[in-house]
Structures are given as C-alpha cells and as structure tokens.
C-alpha cells in the first residue's frame, strides 16, 4: 500500500501555521481542527511558501515545560529545527513511512510531491490501514 492509498481517504485540507505565530496560535488551531500536529509554512523569496516543519503536541508540552506559561508566548520559529525537513511522497509505500517515522521517532510525516504539500500522514492512518488491510485478508480466506 501507498501513501497515495490513504490520502485519497482524507480530507484534501491541510492545517497550517505560519514560523512567526505563537504556540497559543498553534495549540488553538490544532483544538479548532481537532488534530495534534500542523505543518510549519515559511515564505522564502526564492521558492515562495514552503514547507518548513511540523509543531505538534508534544512541542506544546515541550514549550510550557520549559518556559512555564510565558511559553504559549514563544514563536514557533523558536521551537522547532528548520534543518532538513523529514518528509515523504505520495508513491512511497507505507513500510518506507512507517521506518521514517521510527528512525526519526515522529508520528506525522508532511507529503511532498513535485515540491508542492499535499498531505500529512500519521502514524494512525498508517495504523489504520494495516489494520483495515489485515481484516479484509481475513474476510477473503476461507475457513
């Protein structure tokens, strides 16, 4: 199975947050959208708007941890590493995804394909799929 597999399933919307809002912004519009990470968009002169990080609950948790409550005040710029971005593409399968995710100990992996975000895969829909792959074998071998 293929990235593109389940993105064809989800919502072709993605939540996104600018590097110079704050975490309280962040945290607000992962409530409104009932959803744990968003990816980070930067404007750079050169290649437009671009995908930049993620900022997910744990860096909420990180924040406060370390600033106490000053620390919904903190810029997400100030938070997460803009190195390279660990990304994946709509053709990768499901198996290179999930050993991203481990080797980077991340749970949602923004999809780019021809330098244009198109999606972000969890490790749930990841998850989900094997599960939902597992069932369905199941059902088709006869008892």
């Not at 912004?25 to 995908?51: C, H, P, W």
């Not at 080797?103 to 490790?123: A, C, E, F």
Request: charged share 25%; with cysteine; net charge neutral.
């Amino acid at each position: 199975m293929k990235v593109e597999d389940i993105l064809r399933k989800k919502t072709a919307r993605v939540a996104t947050v600018r590097m110079n809002e704050t975490v309280a912004i962040a945290a607000q519009l992962m409530r409104a959208s009932n959803i744990s990470a968003l990816v980070v968009k930067d404007v750079v002169r050169t290649e437009g708007n671009t995908a930049a990080g993620m900022f997910t609950e744990r860096d909420v948790v990180r924040a406060i941890a370390e600033h106490g409550a000053a620390g919904v005040n903190l810029k997400i710029s100030q938070l997460i590493s803009v190195g390279q971005l660990v990304s994946c593409a709509a053709t990768d399968t499901l198996e290179h995804v999930r050993h991203l995710m481990n080797k980077h100990h991340i749970r949602h992996l923004p999809v780019i394909d021809n330098y244009s975000l198109i999606g972000v895969i969890s490790i749930r829909d990841i998850s989900t799929a094997f599960d939902d792959e597992a069932t369905a074998t199941e059902r088709s071998v006869p008892a």
